[in-house]
């Protein structure tokens, strides 16, 4: 009886031996398949496998290739274009802008003076002297020589500084042409003025003269001619004018 029963048994562990086989199989299957999806999906993850592809990128931006500009060489000499020599050219000199010069006071010297009548200053009466410059040169001595004077006013005082005293001529060959103002010599008086002529008294007849000048120029008094002598006693020559109207 227990061998009846042994082999009614084997035959059905026979089969689920085989249909283990065979799920064994079709796992086995499934397992390379699997695989074989997933080395499908990794390789190209836009592949149809896979159930959740990744989103499309933009369009990759390609940038321009700068095309390197080729360096353009000098020859190794430069040589300069003939110039047309036939027709003359024009070169514009810019305009230099002249420099005018500050007028500086010049007497003016007319070739004839007006009237005496119709000035208002004249030679003061006693005048020219000839004196000794001593007592107001003593240092000096006689080596020295010269006009001096003043201008007085109608009642005989002096008048305000400022009035021009010119002289002109010659005097031993140099030609003399000096201003001095009234108020320069107080020596003298208050409208004192000196006109220093050298070191050496020297003769000469009616050759220097003195005027008076406003300070525009024109003439305020004639001119009044003198001498001068060779003399330490006589080398200051004292000119006094007085106003006349």
């Known amino acids: 009886m227990d061998s009846f029963e042994f082999a009614d048994q084997r035959p059905a562990r026979n089969i689920v031996s085989m249909i283990l086989n065979i799920l064994t199989v079709l796992v086995l299957i499934g397992t390379l398949c699997n695989g074989g999806i997933m080395a499908s999906i990794f390789l190209n993850p836009r592949s149809g496998f896979n ?81 000794s410059s001593v007592a107001f040169h003593p240092e000096a001595g006689c080596n020295w020589m010269g006009v001096a004077g003043q201008v007085l006013n109608l009642s005989g005082a002096p008048v305000s500084t400022g009035v021009i005293i010119h002289l002109g001529g010659d005097l031993a060959g140099v030609h003399k042409d000096i201003t001095s103002l009234t108020g320069t010599a107080r020596q003298y008086g208050e409208a004192g003025y000196e006109i220093v002529l050298g070191t050496t008294p020297t003769d000469s007849t009616n050759s220097l003269w003195v005027q008076l000048l406003d300070q525009a120029g024109l003439p305020m008094s004639p001119r009044v001619y003198f001498d001068t002598y060779a003399s330490c006693d006589r080398n200051l020559i004292f000119i006094t004018f007085k106003q006349i109207k």
């Open 51 to 131: 159930p959740f592809p990744p989103p499309t990128l933009p369009p990759v931006m390609v940038m321009p290739t700068s095309t390197p500009t080729a360096i353009q060489v000098l020859p190794p000499t430069w040589t300069p274009l003939p110039s047309n020599t036939s027709a003359p050219t024009n070169t514009l000199v810019p305009e230099q802008p002249t420099a005018t010069p500050f007028p500086l006071f010049t007497p003016s010297v007319t070739p004839t003076n007006p009237p005496a009548d119709a000035m208002p200053f004249a030679l003061n009466a006693g005048s020219p002297v000839a004196i």
